[in-house]
C-alpha cells in the first residue's frame, strides 16, 4: 500500500507518518521509486503501537524508539527487555537526601519479605522510593502503613500480565505484548481503579449522607 492508504488504515496522518520515519520509529517501506515506497500489515500494527505508546502511555519519542529497538534486538533476553520498558516510563524524581535512605530501607524491607527478585538500582525499585520521599515528605503515613496491601494487588496484577504472555506465540508477539502490557496496563489500571474508588465512594459516602 502507499504512504495515503498506511495513513488512512492507520489513522495517523502522513505528515505524522513521515515524522516517525524520519525519526526512526517506522521501519522505512520498499522502495518502488526514488520518491515512492510500498508499505504493509506491520507498518499498519507499528503505527498503532507508537500512537498508543505516545497518547495513552504518555511516552516521549526518545523514550518510544528505545523502547522499539529493544524490541526489534532479537538476541536481548526478555527480561532485559522488560527492564528497558520500565526504564523508559518510570519518571525520575529529584533525590531528597535526608529522605532517601529511609526510603531505601523500606523498600528494601519490601522487597525482602516479599521474596521480589528486584535489585536497587531497577526502575521501579527507584520509583517506589521516590513516592515514599513525598508521602514522608506530606506527612501521610497512612499509605504508607499500607504499602503490604498495595503490593498485593500490584503481585495479583502481575500475575494476570504473565499469564497474557503465555498465550502468545512467538518471540516478537511476546516482546510485543511485555511492552504493550506493561505500558497501557499502567493506564488500563488507573482507569479501573479510580472507577473502582468511585464505587466504593458511592457506597461509603453514599450512605452517611443517608444517614442524616
Request: hydrophobic share 40%.
Amino acid at each position: 500500500m502507499r504512504v495515503a492508504e498506511l495513513s488512512r488504515q492507520s489513522g495517523v496522518p502522513v505528515p505524522t507518518i513521515k515524522y516517525y520515519l524520519r525519526e526512526g520509529l517506522l521501519q522505512p517501506g520498499e522502495l518502488t521509486s526514488p520518491n515512492q515506497a510500498q508499505y504493509d500489515e506491520t507498518h499498519v500494527r507499528r503505527l498503532r503501537l507508537i500512537r498508543a505508546l505516545l497518547d495513552v502511555g504518555g511516552l516521549s519519542v526518545g523514550s518510544v524508539r528505545e523502547v522499539l529497538a529493544a524490541m526489534q534486538t532479537p538476541d536481548k533476553p526478555l527480561h532485559e527487555v522488560l527492564g528497558v520498558v520500565q526504564r523508559s516510563i518510570t519518571p525520575v524524581q529529584p533525590e531528597d537526601p535526608e529522605l532517601a535512605e529511609w526510603a531505601r530501607e523500606r523498600v528494601c524491607a519490601l522487597v525482602q519479605s516479599r521474596g521480589w527478585s528486584t535489585v536497587e538500582g531497577d526502575p521501579a525499585w527507584r520509583a517506589l522510593s521516590d513516592v515514599l520521599v513525598i508521602l514522608r515528605r506530606v506527612g501521610d503515613d497512612v499509605i504508607v502503613g499500607a504499602l503490604d496491601n498495595y503490593a498485593d494487588a500490584a503481585e495479583n496484577a502481575a500475575a494476570v500480565d504473565f499469564q497474557l504472555l503465555q498465550r502468545r506465540t512467538g518471540t516478537e508477539s511476546v516482546i510485543e505484548g511485555m511492552v504493550v502490557g506493561t505500558v497501557l496496563g499502567d493506564a488500563l489500571l488507573s482507569a479501573l481503579r479510580r472507577m473502582a474508588q468511585q464505587n466504593e465512594s458511592a457506597r461509603f459516602f453514599g450512605r452517611k449522607v443517608a444517614a442524616r
